[in-house]
């Protein structure tokens, strides 16, 4: 009865009938890949974290699949392992520098393309995307290429820097450009220029308006970039295997320990610069919220 006086009301309105919600099985399709998505994606590091906590017996301290118990001794020593504190270091060292000077520069690139016309615009919109589509072991081997013949160059020669900090800085810096000048691009082409316009007909100068306008509405993009130029530093192996010479970065580290016995330590050193990157994401999203609610 309830159903008929729907269909006929709706009938008389001219519009469509009510129907129930659907109750089939299919709808848990779309939930369920995701968890299951959530779940792969997040399991290496639950491990990492659960193995951070693993009481091996062996002498000398290696990882072994077996969790022999819970313990917190690596956790009071985490740089226990010879080698391991220069290399975690050289990467702390390498890779604020490199997305400080990478977003610097990237960042002025970004506005320059999504904001102006100028010779040149296309092939540069070109190269950026080749920087981030060439594979890292190309990048790598020209970067070693280039830093090789380096000192044969008859003006540059004097200043050619032996493979170690600077050449692993200056390649960290080559490949972070191209991605944060992408990320402030986005931003900048879906920006109001109204607000600009309207700031210069208030008798804001063009630095003024830069600084008060654009530059808070793109401030976002750039932490953005920032972040994701230092998580690319930090995590870069192959290129800087390429052009590191004697010094080792943490991945670096990792890898030559995985053929002798990969230590527990590092395990609490990821968990730690898993904590890190969370609590930076965190700290962006809050950023972000207060600036939106201003």
Do not use: C
């Not at 504190?85 to 390498?94: D, Q, Y």
């Not at 401030?219 to 972040?227: K, N, R, T, V, Y």
Request: net charge positive; proline share 7%; hydrophobic share 55%.
């Amino acid at each position: 009865m309830g159903a008929t006086t729907l269909t006929t009301r709706a009938d008389e309105t001219g519009l469509a009938p009510l129907h129930r919600p659907n109750k089939r099985w299919t709808r848990f399709i779309l939930p369920g890949f995701t968890w299951l998505m959530i779940v792969y994606l997040a399991s290496p590091i639950f491990v990492m974290i659960l193995y951070s906590f693993n009481d091996v017996p062996v002498v000398p301290v290696k990882q072994t699949p077996k969790f022999w118990g819970f313990t917190l001794r690596w956790w009071r020593d985490p740089f226990g392992v010879p080698g391991m504190p220069e290399a975690v270091r050289l990467s702390l060292e390498i890779a604020p520098l490199s997305a400080l000077v990478a977003t610097t520069l990237g960042a002025l690139l970004g506005l320059a393309l999504g904001r102006y016309r100028f010779r040149g615009k296309g092939p540069m919109n070109f190269l950026i995307f080749i920087a981030i589509a060439v594979p890292e072991i190309v990048l790598g081997s020209s970067l070693l290429s280039l830093f090789i013949t380096w000192p044969d160059v008859p003006v540059l020669g004097s200043f050619a820097p032996g493979l170690g900090f600077t050449t692993i800085l200056l390649s960290h810096i080559g490949f972070s450009v191209a991605f944060v000048a992408v990320t402030v691009r986005a931003r900048v082409q879906t920006l109001d220029r109204s607000l600009e316009d309207a700031a210069q007909d208030l008798f804001a100068d063009p630095v003024t308006t830069f600084f008060k306008v654009t530059l808070p509405l793109i401030a976002p993009s750039i932490l953005a970039g920032f972040l994701l130029a230092f998580v690319l530093s930090l995590d870069d192996f192959v290129i800087t295997n390429f052009v590191s010479g004697a010094s080792a970065t943490f991945p670096i580290f990792v890898y030559g320990a995985t053929r002798i016995g990969l230590p527990p330590h590092v395990n609490v050193i990821g968990t730690m610069l898993f904590a890190a990157g969370v609590l930076a994401a965190v700290a962006n999203l809050a950023i972000q919220s207060w600036r939106a609610r201003r």
